[in-house]
C-alpha cells in the first residue's frame, strides 16, 4: 500500500508540476510562432490535411527525383492534425490520460528504483531517477530534433520539463518508498 501512495503521490507532485509549467506561465509557448491568419491557416490545414494523422511534406511517398525538387522548393513541414473536425479548446479527458500517463511512469520509475535502487540513500535514487529522465530526453526529445527536424528550441523546452517531471518523481519516490536490501 506503501507503494501505491508513494506512486500516486508522485504523479500527483508531477500532475501540479504540469499545471504550473503549461497552464500559469508561458514559458512553454515562448519558442511557437503565431500564423499570420489563424482562420485562412485552419483553412489551409482542413483542405489540405483531412483527417487526423501525422503528415510530412513534401510527403516522402513521392519518388525520389520530385522528393527532392520539392524539398529543395520549400517549405517542408511535419504537421500533426488532432481534430480535423475541431474540437474544444480545452478538453477535459486529456487531463484523465495525463494523470493515468504520470502514474504509469510514476510505477515504472518506482520499480527501478526498487529493482537498481535497493539499498541506495536518497540521493543516489534521486539521481538514477534523473538518469532515466535524462536517457528518455535524449532518445526522444533530442531525437525529434535530429531525426524530425523539429526546432531545438521548442525541443530544449519540453526536455526541461521532463527533467523536471523525473526530478520530482525521484524526489518524492526516493522519499517515501521504504529502503529494500
Request: glycine fraction near 8%; aromatic fraction near 14%; charged fraction near 15%.
Amino acid at each position: 500500500m506503501k507503494r501505491v501512495i508513494a506512486i500516486v503521490a508522485a504523479a500527483f507532485a508531477v500532475y501540479l508540476w504540469g499545471f504550473a509549467f503549461w497552464g500559469a506561465t508561458t514559458i512553454p509557448y515562448r519558442t511557437w510562432k503565431t500564423a499570420a491568419d489563424d482562420s485562412a491557416a485552419q483553412q489551409a490545414l482542413r483542405e489540405h490535411f483531412p483527417e487526423n494523422g501525422v503528415y510530412g511534406v513534401p510527403s516522402v511517398m513521392h519518388e525520389m527525383d520530385e522528393l527532392e525538387r520539392l524539398s529543395q522548393a520549400g517549405p517542408t513541414g511535419f504537421v500533426f492534425i488532432t481534430a480535423a473536425n475541431g474540437r474544444p479548446a480545452m478538453v477535459p479527458s486529456v487531463m484523465v490520460f495525463g494523470f493515468l500517463q504520470e502514474i504509469a511512469v510514476a510505477a515504472l520509475v518506482a520499480a527501478l528504483l526498487g529493482w537498481a535502487g535497493a539499498g541506495m540513500v536518497f540521493a543516489g535514487k534521486v539521481k538514477l531517477a534523473l538518469l532515466v529522465g535524462a536517457i528518455s530526453v535524449v532518445m526522444t526529445q533530442f531525437g525529434d530534433a535530429v531525426w524530425w527536424m523539429a526546432p531545438w528550441s521548442w525541443k530544449l523546452t519540453t526536455s526541461f520539463y521532463e527533467i523536471v517531471c523525473f526530478l520530482i518523481m525521484g524526489v518524492v519516490l526516493a522519499k517515501m518508498l521504504p529502503a529494500r536490501v
